[in-house]
């Protein structure tokens, strides 16, 4: 054996690889008719119509394995594509996944990844049905494709809000930025005295949301159970402040959002405030909290209310009112996809 138990993926080949890393799959829908061993996957939907979207993630792009666990990334790897799916009121069911590794990674280093990979599988009831394994000059590259389900005309697009609405989102914003900050950091640090070490002491909770995010399957699954259909959603990757946009801009309609309303854990306000950036600025402009946006019609509110996990942040308005903030200080500033410009003021 090489040293520190590293196994060469050569000794494996690309087909004992493939084999090692599917063969304890045990399919959990019956939608998956056929998985992984033949040209294609064969998936019966029942009827249902069929949601699919795909990310690629690079390294070095999307993800730095100077701070990323492997299991980490094969985890939040496959939760990025769920929740895309959920966002479209569907209930994911399968998944396909590409990869390409240069010799650098061992057969241990892909084990991990696809540790995390099963880990969301299970958590998330999808099934592995397909992939594709290659190898890279140079670094990691993941490509996940993940197919869903939902009851006929039943899926919820960007472009269907109504004036009127009430513009809601599930959980905490913020987070995940901040905890990629205090990663940067001692990064940089470590970087320039190899000998430290770092200090991420009582961050776990801004660090957790960057690196172990969720997709709010609980939130669709409240919708369906309480009855209640959103006009319009979207799941928010990019920042609060660029998927309003979106969802404006796709509606032709304006907004008016209350800063106030807007939902900041404790443990990243104290965070935001360590590093002196304005806390409603990483949930505006910050990203990958994997929340969902979505407007509702007010005679839902109701029902929105028994779920503490929603807030109501605002409302939808006629275009020509635009997009705007209302910050805590009484002001009312234009939202753009860089929001906490006008906020820093
Ligand atoms: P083909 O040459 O027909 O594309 P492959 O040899 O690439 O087939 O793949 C064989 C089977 O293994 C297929 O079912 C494929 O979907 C699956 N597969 C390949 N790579 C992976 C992977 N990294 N993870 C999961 N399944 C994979
Ligand atoms: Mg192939």
Known sequence: MPENN?????????????????????????????????????????????????????????????????RHLGYKSVVVNLSDIYAM???????????????????????????????????????????????????????ITAIGEVTPDNY????TAKKGDLLCVSGYLGSAYVGLLFLEREKKIFMESPGVQPDLEGESYVIGRLLKPEA?????????QKEVTPSAMIDVSDGLSSEILHICKDSNLGCLLYEEKIPIAEEMKNAAYKFEIDP??????????????????????????????????????????????????????????????????
């Open 216 to 224: 709010r399957k609980d939130i669709i699954e409240f919708f369906a």
């Open 156 to 159: 919820v697009k960007r472009s």
């Open 280 to 345: 409603t600025a990483c949930a505006l402009s910050g990203g990958e909290d994997y929340e969902l946006l979505f407007t509702i019609p007010q005679s839902e509110y109701d029902k929105l209310v028994l779920n503490e996990e929603i807030s109501v942040i605002g409302y939808m308005t006629e275009p020509e009112q635009g997009v705007n903030i209302i910050t805590k200080g009484g002001g009312k500033y234009p939202v753009t996809a860089q929001g906490w410009n006008h906020l820093k003021q």
């Open 89 to 143: 009121n569907a209930i994911p069911t399968q998944i396909v996944i590409g990869i390409g590794f240069s010799n650098r990674f061992s057969l241990e280093a892909i084990n991990e990844f696809y540790e995390g990979v099963y880990a969301a599988c299970e958590k998330y009831g999808v099934d592995l049905v397909g992939g594709d394994t290659t190898s890279s000059q140079k670094g990691f590259i993941i490509s």
């Open 6 to 70: 590293r196994t060469e993926i050569s000794s494996l080949g690309e087909f004992g690889l493939i084999d090692h890393l599917t063969k304890n799959i045990e399919i959990q829908n019956a939608s998956s008719v056929l998985g992984v061993g033949d040209d294609a996957a064969v998936i019966d939907h029942f009827g249902k119509q069929t949601v699919i979207t795909t990310d690629l993630l690079v390294e070095g792009v999307h993800f730095d394995l100077a701070y990323t666990p492997l």
